[in-house]
């Protein structure tokens, strides 16, 4: 849905991986070649990055108050196997995380976990409410209370919910 605002920083490839699942739709992005290209994946690579994503979706589902959507291995077991490094850029003296050895696309996620843990902004990433959708979505509200990730589509429709169960 086109009224979906992008992530800020790295958390844009975390919300791209959740995203490539489609649940009303039943379409897979990580299913196309074109799919598997955006995050660096082979075909042999994807039911791990599907185990990632699910994680994730779990974790979002939890930032947004909402109980998990099915059992799934915790994301802090998945992101022991990214471990990361502290760089230093000799030149500024700035420091960063940097992914060690392991695989690409585990390394990238938790580096861009870490970076919005430092930033402030990783509860901020959470995913919509509605049962069959579970978009991620990055929680603009002043108040970081949001439960959809589009008012306008799922928000409304469940709004028309309830007026009509009344």
Request: hydrophobic share 40%.
């Amino acid at each position: 849905m086109s009224e979906r605002v992008p992530a800020p920083g790295g958390l844009v490839l975390v919300q791209g991986l959740v995203n490539t699942l489609d649940l009303e739709g039943g379409v897979d992005g990580l299913d196309t070649a074109d799919g598997r290209a955006r995050f660096g994946l082979t075909t042999a690579e994807v039911p791990g990055a599907r185990d990632l994503r699910e994680s994730l979706r779990v974790t979002l589902l939890a930032h947004a108050g909402h109980p998990p959507h099915r059992e799934v291995t915790p994301l802090g077991v998945l992101l022991a196997g990214a471990p990361l490094l502290v760089t230093i850029d000799t030149d500024d003296g700035s420091a960063r995380l940097a992914p060690a050895d392991g695989d690409p696309l585990l390394a990238r996620v938790a580096a861009a976990i870490a970076d919005s843990l430092t930033a402030g902004t990783w509860t901020r990433l959470k995913a919509c409410e509605a049962p069959t959708c579970h978009w991620a979505y990055y929680d603009r509200s002043p108040a970081g209370r949001g439960r959809w990730c589009s008012m306008q589509v799922c928000g409304a429709r469940a709004k028309m919910r309830r007026y009509r169960a009344k």
